[in-house]
């Protein structure tokens, strides 16, 4: 199974980023021929820049995996309203790290890619909402953005045309779902990141402030720029179709070392991520579990066989380390890839611990504004935690995946399914560990206090 | 897809039956429409769609096109098959179109209606027995109607604030609070006076005041009625009577010319509370919290119930007598009022036709605050216009009947509940001037009157009140006045029928209405008491667009396109 040949990384986000000569600064940026794409595209009429974003392929690297260029046809030009490009740079999905080296190692490359971007979509402003945790980032940003200023790629008259774009950082306040791009919107509003319904507040149509808004992510905008510089054609080469270009995977957990690597989509199995890039398992451990794309995407049991047809009609029948990287391979056995965060897990990890931290988690970032998720959040962590701390009963599973399966679909955004997705296929693929601790522990229904 | 030829109206599927709704309306609003309850605790007609309660998600599907050519795709039967989205949609959120089909009971819903009542109820405090909204509670009755009927939960229950004051009137319970944001977006988008928000977040998320901010605009009250739970409560309500006990009777606020509907709640005839009717024409659904202190006047100390004949206690009927005696032939002169019912003011118009009098009228002005307390502070101003007691639009002095008590023109005074010393007469200007005095509470003028005879409030008579875009509108009698009065139209029309000659007039409704609607020439022309709808009737008030009303814009109200448009 395992291949002899490491496979090769291939950098073209994070091309310069681990190189000890290379810094953050605006000369070193220039000097590795930075902002030539800012230049070419101004010679481009904007719409061109959007075809060639759709030639490319190029999907979200957020998390949904959207096609960025469509993204940008949904936009509303007709309304007459000012247009916003905001960068999502609120990375907060457990096992994601990918747009924070962007931005701390070469922030050059994100402002290159948004303002190419902004001149595509024509839009009057353009934001970066980092996440509050990420005070070194937004530092590091703002005065990236003041070296970009002063040498005019972004302010006024950019590069001495008729366009003007601005260009700010704002830092949110500290939670998860401003990474939801309607509730981005809302906090950046100055408001409770409350998601709003959609429809009708889509933010291509009703955005920031009700204006046609376009939200990207850190590495999609980057991807932007290199977009222009390979070409749309020859970027959607780069992968495979509908998979195109690289991607930054975060591997954590129990392997030798976690880290992020660049590969181009599809071009190493999730098996050789864990054995070849990143050394393998701890030493006398084997492999249990894998979480493919963030802490919400579904989880993987090791011993798992998967099978069927992938959407070009050819047959698959796969273990979990055959499960190719890229968009679609996760997709296809009942996960996703998210945002890239693969967190691996070895037989030391007890699967009701991992669920309760999982639940803390999105108990403590639900935005209390609708009722599944709010209720349904907190109700699963205390079962899980009730059940970590001895006290499970045996219809505890049960009741998880029921209270699951009442958010998940049922929410104003797509954390009701973060949070409910887990904890289903925690159930399905680990139920038997739920019972075990039923029957070892307490077993009794804590009803001191109803 | 329109039907009957009707563009403004669509036909949809409505759990398998084809129904007409009108276009552009959402979901819930449809189904009510045919008699199908969505159930609902965050959705407001008259408030923006929050979506977030989840309690209205029903199964949606719409006709299948082809997203290529566009043209319909069909089944085996050549019918447009149905695209059915695998998610249930919010209600609230989701406008009719045509041909949607739309199923408010398969199992997908119920079983969402039931995940969502069990989210609900798993941190509330199950304390119906000792919470002031049972009875009119939506969590009791949606528990009922949609709920399991049992818990799953054994956790702990979430602990938050249990009596905070938000405001002078309005008092909070935290853990019943189900996070609606009803009375957020009330605050925000009806009296713009943002000072509710949550803070926390998920299940601790907690409704408050933002700092050094209090609930304490004259609509707070609205919060309670619009709260679907036990969480905002009335201070002045809460604990003091359980709701199934109360009669709720239709009225008229009395505190403007704004003319809110109400419901006013009583029981065994004492008024405990007064909360907001909807008429989409008048008041939406809301009222002023000083609105709802008007039935505190009902028991109140100043109030008369004992009539008096030269200061004596006296019965009411030789009260009458003796004012009847008083007002004969004598020059008399009559103040009426503008809160008066227009039946009064019609009787009242009689009196002084029969006897000659001169008639008078004051009025009574505050400040409008642009919503629903106009600075006209009087109910019915329009009705004296229009029953013809005053064709000037009268100002808060009665300078003319002062400058005529001066001259010595008039012997006698009939007043109508005013005040006449606080209007710009002295008690140099009644010397040798007989005084009788018809209304509910002691004043001034009352005290100095020679024959004194006790009147019903509003909350103990029938009648109408023609409001500030001249909507006619019937209110009835809640509660019973005090042992041994009579309403103002009996001792009218017993005052007309003995100081005329034919002396016929009857104090039944029906037959004022009769004679109010005579004349062809009346805007009540061809109506009849019994007609006026529930929601009240828009009159045509052209006739008096000269008048400068002083009304501002306002809910329902714009002072310059109101004539206009009735």
């Avoid at chain 1, 887990?422 to 229904?445: D, H, L, M, V």
């Avoid at chain 2, 002095?397 to 006449?420: C, H, M, N, P, Y």
């Avoid at chain 2, 037959?511 to 709808?533: D, E, G, N, R, V």
Wanted: net charge neutral; with cysteine; proline share 5%.
């Amino acid at each position: 199974m395992i291949k002899k040949n490491t496979p090769k990384e291939r950098r073209i986000i994070l091309k310069h980023a681990d190189d000890p000569k290379y810094s953050n600064k605006i000369g070193c940026y220039l000097k590795n021929d930075g902002y030539s794409m800012l230049k070419k595209a101004f010679k481009m009429k904007p719409e061109e820049i959007g075809e060639e974003v759709m030639k490319s392929g190029v999907r979200g690297r957020g998390g949904a995996g959207f096609p960025a260029g469509m993204k940008w046809k949904f936009l509303d030009r007709k309304s007459g309203k000012p247009i916003y490009l905001i960068c999502n740079a609120d990375e907060s999905e457990p096992g994601t790290f990918k747009d924070r080296q962007i931005m701390h190692k070469d922030p050059h490359q994100l402002i290159e890619g948004m303002m190419i971007a902004a001149y595509a979509i024509q839009a009057k402003q353009a934001f970066i909402y980092i996440r509050a945790e990420f005070f070194k980032g937004a530092h590091i940003l703002e005065e990236a953005i003041a070296e970009a200023k002063e040498k005019n790629f972004c302010g006024d008259n950019i590069l001495g045309s008729s366009y003007s774009c601005d260009l700010v950082v704002h830092r949110g306040a500290g939670a998860y779902i401003c990474g939801e791009e309607t509730g981005l919107i809302e906090s950046l509003e100055g408001k409770r990141p409350n998601p709003r319904i959609k429809p009708p507040y889509f933010p291509a149509v009703l955005g920031l402030y009700q204006c046609p808004t376009i939200v990207n992510n850190v590495e999609t905008l980057c991807n932007v720029k290199h977009v222009l510089e390979i070409g749309g054609e020859e970027f959607s080469k780069i992968g495979k179709p509908n998979n195109t270009g690289t991607r930054i995977w975060c591997v954590s957990g129990q392997v030798k070392k976690p880290g992020y690597y660049e590969f181009e989509c599809g071009a190493l199995t999730l098996g050789e991520m864990i054995y070849d890039v990143c050394g393998g398992l701890l030493p006398g451990r084997t492999l249990k579990a894998v979480i493919p794309g963030g802490s919400s995407s579904k989880i993987l049991r090791a011993d798992e066989r998967f099978s069927g047809k992938l959407k070009d009609g050819t047959d698959f029948d796969w273990g979990i380390e055959d499960i190719p990287l890229d968009f679609d391979g996760p997709a296809s056995v009942g996960s996703m890839s998210g945002s890239g965060g693969i967190i691996i897990m070895d037989d030391t990890v007890d699967m009701v611990e991992a669920m309760a931290n999982i639940n803390a988690f999105y108990a403590h970032e639900s935005c209390g504004q609708c009722t599944p998720c709010r209720e349904g959040s907190l109700w699963m962590k205390k079962i899980t935690k009730r059940m970590c701390e001895g006290d499970a009963r045996d219809e505890d599973a049960d009741l998880l995946l029921s209270v699951a399966n009442q958010i998940e679909g049922r929410t104003i955004c797509a954390f009701g399914e973060a949070a409910a997705w887990p904890t289903q296929s925690f159930i399905a693929k680990f139920r038997n560990e739920f019972e075990e601790k039923a029957k070892n522990g307490n077993n009794k229904p804590s009803l001191q206090l109803i | 897809m329109s039907s009957n030829g009707n563009s403004s109206m669509i036909t949809i599927n409505l759990d398998g039956k084809e129904v007409d709704v009108p276009a552009g309306i959402n979901i819930i609003e449809a189904a009510s429409i045919h008699g199908t309850e969505v159930p609902h605790y965050c959705y407001h007609p008259q408030l923006s769609v929050a979506g977030n309660c989840r309690m209205c998600l029903v199964e949606m599907g719409t006709p299948m096109r082809d997203r290529g050519t566009g043209e319909a795709i069909l089944d085996q039967d050549g019918v447009q098959k149905i695209g059915w989205i695998p998610k249930p949609i919010i209600g609230c959120g989701t406008n009719v179109s045509p041909g949607m089909h739309i199923k408010t009971n398969s199992s997908m819903v119920k079983g969402s209606q039931e995940g969502i009542m069990e989210f609900l109820l798993v941190n509330h405090p199950l304390d119906c027995p000792i919470c002031d909204q049972a009875g009119e509670c939506r969590l009791q009755e949606f528990a009922t109607d949609y709920g399991r009927g049992y818990s799953r939960y054994v956790e702990r229950k979430n602990v938050k604030p249990k009596r905070t004051k938000l405001g002078p009137r309005v008092t909070l319970d935290d853990e019943r609070c189900i996070l609606c944001s009803r009375c957020i977006r009330f605050c925000q988008e009806v009296v713009d006076d943002d000072v509710l928000g949550f803070v926390d977040r998920g299940s601790f998320s907690t409704l408050t005041c933002f700092p050094g901010k209090e609930l304490s605009n004259n609509y707070s009250l609205n919060t309670v009625d619009l709260c679907p739970v036990g969480a905002l409560t009335s201070t002045d309500f809460r604990f003091k009577m359980r709701v199934w006990f109360l009669k709720e009777s239709p009225s008229i606020c009395t505190e403007s010319s704004a003319g809110c509907n109400t419901l006013v709640s009583s029981r065994e005839g004492e008024i405990h509370r007064i909360t907001p009717r909807r008429n989409d024409a008048v008041n939406d659904s809301w009222m002023t919290d000083s609105g709802r202190e008007l039935y505190k006047q009902v028991k109140s100390e100043d109030r008369i119930v004992t009539p008096h004949v030269s200061s004596e206690p006296s019965k009411l009927a030789d009260a009458i007598s003796s004012a009847s005696e008083l007002l004969k032939d004598q020059k008399l002169a009559i103040v009426g009022s503008c809160r008066s019912t227009v039946e009064e003011q019609y009787l009242l118009t009689k009196l002084a036709r029969n006897t000659k009098a001169k008639k008078f009228l004051r009025g009574h002005f505050g400040e409008d605050d642009g919503i629903l307390l106009s600075s006209d502070r009087t109910p019915n101003l329009r009705g004296a216009l229009a029953t013809g007691f005053s064709v000037k639009y009268p100002t808060d002095q009665l300078s003319d009947l002062s400058r005529a008590l001066s001259k010595g023109q008039f012997e006698t005074l009939l007043v109508i509940g005013e005040d006449i010393l606080e209007s710009g007469i002295s008690q140099d200007d009644l010397k040798g001037v007989k005084v009788v005095f018809l209304g509910t509470h002691k004043n001034q003028t009352s005290a100095l009157a020679d024959i004194v005879i006790p009147t019903l409030t509003a909350f103990e008579k029938t009648g109408s009140f023609i409001n500030r875009t001249f909507h006619l509108q019937s209110f009835k009698q809640a509660v019973p006045g005090p042992a041994g009065l009579l309403p103002d139209l009996n001792i009218l029309s017993s005052l007309i029928n003995s100081l005329s000659v034919d002396g016929d007039q009857s104090a039944d409704l029906a037959q004022i209405w009769k004679q109010l609607s005579k004349s062809a020439t009346s805007i009540f022309h061809k109506l009849s008491f019994s007609s006026i709808p529930s929601d009240g009737l828009q009159l045509n008030g052209e006739k008096w667009s000269e008048l400068d009303f002083v009304e501002k814009k306002a809910l329902h109200f714009s002072p310059t396109k109101q004539l206009q448009e009735a």
